[in-house]
């Protein structure tokens, strides 16, 4: 089935663990996204990408690095979690106005 | 800047209609987004209205677009209890494709 995928679903981490969240879209979207859900905070912009090799930071970049190797993959690596980041990560690509959204990531870090 | 303003908490009974607001920052928006989001899932895309119109009407929903005071609303009439979720309002800016989205707004319905 066309569309993105998440992987992991969800996870736990302790605080100072690093890992990163996959993304993967086979739409051949030049443009993808990531961004974290708090409650009360609707939908907040992590980074994002407009092509392979270029990315850019949103509103809340801190703690958080991406990369974009290929079209398809847009990983987002935490590289030592923090009790704030615990929330819902959705990632997204787009060709032009048409957002597609992944299903999400609950993370923990405890 | 990027703020899209919206009411958090709304009830109403089933039957009714409900009605949810929001507002945006950007007049050069071209389009607008209302997203559904039930309990533990993910964003369904509801609707959207392209910037050049002001009324756009799909089933029951019925989004109105006010350019000159930036103010999008979203009517569901005939609420049922599935339209129980979050909804949020979502903007694409101008010069970079980027989607902002409204905190959401928590829509209840009563049996």
């Known amino acids: 089935n066309a569309g993105v995928t998440q992987t992991p679903k969800f996870q736990v981490l302790k605080t100072g663990q690093s890992m990163t969240l996959q993304c993967a879209q086979d739409m051949n979207h030049e443009y993808m996204s990531w961004y974290r859900q708090d409650p009360g905070m609707g939908l907040r912009l992590i980074h994002y990408?407009?092509?392979?090799?270029?990315?850019d930071q949103g509103e809340v970049p801190n703690g958080y690095n991406v990369s974009r190797s290929t079209t398809e993959d847009f990983p987002l690596r935490l590289l030592s979690a923090a009790p704030s980041q615990t929330s819902v990560y959705f990632c997204?690509?787009?060709?032009?106005?048409?957002?597609?959204f992944g299903s999400g990531t609950r993370l923990t870090v405890v | 800047g990027e703020d899209v303003e919206q009411s958090l908490f709304l009830s109403v009974r089933e039957g009714d209609s409900s009605v949810i607001n929001c507002t945006y920052t950007d007049s050069s928006s071209t389009y607008l987004y209302w997203y559904k989001q039930e309990p533990g899932a993910g964003l369904q895309l509801l609707t959207y209205i392209f910037s050049n119109m002001d009324m756009k009407q799909d089933q029951r929903l019925t989004v109105l677009l006010n350019k000159k005071d930036k103010h999008l609303s979203l009517r569901i009439a005939d609420t049922q209890t599935g339209d129980s979720a979050i909804y949020f309002c979502a903007e694409i800016l101008v010069g970079n494709n980027r989607l902002a989205f409204g905190k959401g707004n928590q829509v209840v319905v009563i049996p």
């Open positions: 990408s407009v092509g392979a090799g270029i990315t």
């Open positions: 997204a690509s787009s060709y032009g106005a048409g957002y597609t």
